[in-house]
């Protein structure tokens, strides 16, 4: 339906894809109201801001908030460069953020508690569509706000909520209580965070690529302070499968982490567990008991670090009032879980999409970014700036452009994690076979081999830990690693 009033349209989280939202209701003439629940634009970046991503420069800016950039003047950067966390939010986001047109309207430490209709329950029906919606938020004094805007666009990413060192989604016994002696997602081990792992025996659990650069980063650390030792522990046992890429990878970066990784396992600086699975952790003087099943067998570890990287999950709370249909699998929206589940597709499988896909019963309230994925750590950054642009034609009343496909995506195999928001396109081709549709797919067709770049793909999806690799040492997220976008 077209929005018929003068209110906004609340945006939640300004990460890449939430600014890319911004970016093109004004330059649809509306305004939007941006809620940010860091004290910066692109917070959840920055969480992970020394990683580098796997996609150059040219796949990771929006098309409508480069114009506008560019319009300002804006001094790109080169474009095959590959950037990191840090780099996009500064030389991107930051820039973005700063425009006259989209400045005022963004809201820092907003943290959007609940949203509802106005005067309107969930289960009230009477005139709902034509209700505007009403959103809770905090200040960053703690003081509890409320904003009535005309449609909203939840891009709040993933990032905030990573997923549990439990095999079965759960927490393991005890690692709420040794929360002290965990870090989840990407630490910077050589950077901020190397007190806590210098000369520490640490062990990294998950599967994916944000793995394989924590154990990596870990060993540069080793070389410096002989006494770090590196445990990495796989909750499946399929270590050659995942390291396989190589040379085949087609993208260097991510091929080398797997060369990498695969020669310090050859020549013992790594040890792998597989298949590893932790009951239950432990505190004891200042370490941690690690109790659990390797290869059936029980078994426990005395480590002084964890490193959990398997992967993100949305958090669905704030919308408890609102009428909205996710997937029981995925938690995705339903027509789009079929698209994206990781149990059959990778990212380089999944097909652009946007309004039509994205529809909630809640009229007028889109998920989008890595939140709209769920679970399924397949999310592309660049597919998020399509879902941008096809609800915000949507909302502005073009639902022509709203239901063309706009994504237009390399030419070389590019599959991205799912860090929240991190990283960038799928390609038309991938592992040397062509994509049925371009922009569909990046290894649109059977791997050449099970080592090829493809099979490591399906392998970390399947894993429901890693997404394609969108940094060099990303779930991000889930960029990209399941994303990157906080509300």
């Not at 991107?92 to 425009?99: D, K, M, R, V």
């Amino acid at each position: 339906m077209k929005l018929e009033t003068n209110l906004p349209v609340a945006v939640i989280g300004a990460g890449p894809v939430g600014l890319a939202a911004a970016a093109h209701l004004v330059s649809r003439g509306l305004t939007p109201i941006v809620f940010e629940r860091g004290a910066s634009v692109g917070a959840s970046l920055l969480d992970w801001g020394h990683v580098r991503v796997f996609s150059p420069w040219e796949y990771n800016v929006d098309g409508a908030a480069r114009s506008l950039l560019e319009a300002a003047g804006w001094d790109a950067p080169e474009l095959t460069e590959l950037p990191t966390g840090r780099q996009i939010v500064e030389q991107y986001l930051e820039p973005l953020a700063g425009l006259p047109t989209l400045a005022p309207c963004i809201k820092l430490s907003a943290r959007v508690t609940a949203i509802t209709r106005v005067g309107l329950d969930k289960v009230s029906n009477r005139d709902r569509e034509r209700a505007p919606f009403e959103v809770r938020w905090t200040d960053a004094n703690g003081n509890e706000q409320a904003t009535v805007v005309r449609a909203v666009i939840d891009a709040s990413g993933t990032w905030k909520r990573p997923n549990p060192m439990g095999v079965d989604g759960l927490p393991v016994l005890g690692e709420r209580a040794a929360a002290d002696f965990i870090d989840y997602g990407i630490p910077d081990v050589l950077g901020g965070s190397r007190e806590s792992y210098a000369n520490k025996t640490v062990l990294v659990v998950g599967s994916g690529h944000s793995a394989i650069n924590i154990a990596l980063a870990l060993l540069s650390l080793q070389d410096q302070e002989p006494g770090t030792r590196v445990l990495w522990a796989l909750r499946r046992n399929r270590i050659e499968r995942l390291l396989g890429g190589g040379l085949n990878d087609q993208l260097p970066e991510r091929g080398a982490l797997g060369l990498a990784a695969k020669k310090a396992i050859d020549t013992g600086r790594l040890q792998v567990l597989a298949p590893f699975a932790a009951t239950r952790l432990e505190k004891a003087d200042g370490r941690v008991a690690v109790v659990g099943t390797l290869n059936q067998t029980q078994t426990t570890l005395m480590v002084d670090r964890i490193v959990v990287a398997t992967g993100f999950r949305p958090d669905l709370d704030m919308l408890s009032e609102l009428r909205v249909s996710v997937d029981p699998a995925t938690e995705a929206p339903p027509a789009l879980s079929p698209l994206i589940d990781p149990n059959f597709h990778s990212c380089g499988t999944v097909p652009p999409h946007g309004v039509v896909e994205l529809t909630q019963p809640e009229a007028n309230f889109f998920i989008i970014g890595s939140k709209s994925y769920g679970r399924a750590p397949t999310f592309l950054m660049a597919t998020g700036f399509e879902q941008a642009r096809s609800v915000v034609a949507e909302l502005a009343g073009d639902h022509v452009a709203a239901r063309e496909v706009h994504l237009a995506l390399p030419e070389t195999g590019v599959c991205s994690v799912s860090f929240g928001d991190g990283s960038s396109p799928a390609a038309s081709s991938c592992c040397g076979t062509p994509a049925p549709v371009t922009g569909s797919s990046c290894c649109g067709g059977p791997a050449t081999s099970t080592s090829s770049c493809c099979a490591a793909d399906e392998v970390t999806k399947a894993e429901g830990e890693a997404g394609c690799g969108c940094a060099t040492g990303a779930t991000p997220d889930r960029t990209t690693i399941n994303e990157a976008e906080p509300a």
